[in-house]
């Protein structure tokens, strides 16, 4: 039996950004040859009372920012209630089979200040055992 890691690659995706109320944060792209789907996860390190927090998968033929248009459908939104009610919370965004070889993902806010922690991408690949990239310094599995 094979764990998560042998069947999944991990990557790290772009760093923290700091508050503001109209962020548009591009992570790394990433090459989709060789790869199912691709989910990306950011957590919510602050929040003021309604600022929308997104999480936008976007898509391209070339490995470019400029090409890069939003996947309809594959958009994680959240509104802040009152002020620090999405600290400590997470989006995800999934997309199965883009139709363009490139994706990214893009952290949006707008209306009130939002802050994000890292942007990781977990990658489902058409083969297994995968090998975990560069940005994996190490893994480790046990089963009992």
């Given at each position: ?50 600022g929308v927090a997104t ?20 958009a994680a939104t959240a ?66």
């Amino acid at each position: 039996m094979r764990g998560l890691s042998d069947n999944l690659e991990f990557r790290y995706m772009g760093a923290a950004v700091s508050a503001g109320s109209s962020i548009d944060s591009n992570s790394i792209r990433i090459d989709m040859t060789g790869y199912e789907s691709v989910t990306f996860y950011t957590t919510i390190t602050d929040s003021v009372a309604t600022g929308v927090a997104t999480l936008e998968i976007q898509q391209s033929d070339a490995d470019s920012d400029d090409d890069m248009t939003a996947v309809t459908g594959a958009a994680a939104t959240a509104t802040s209630a009152t002020n620090d009610d999405l600290n400590g919370t997470g989006l995800v965004a999934e997309l199965r089979r883009p139709a363009k070889r490139y994706v990214q993902a893009t952290r949006k806010s707008s209306a009130a200040n939002i802050a994000y922690g890292e942007v990781i991408a977990i990658l489902k690949p058409y083969r297994t055992p995968v090998t975990q990239g560069a940005t994996i310094s190490d893994t480790a599995y046990v089963s009992n």
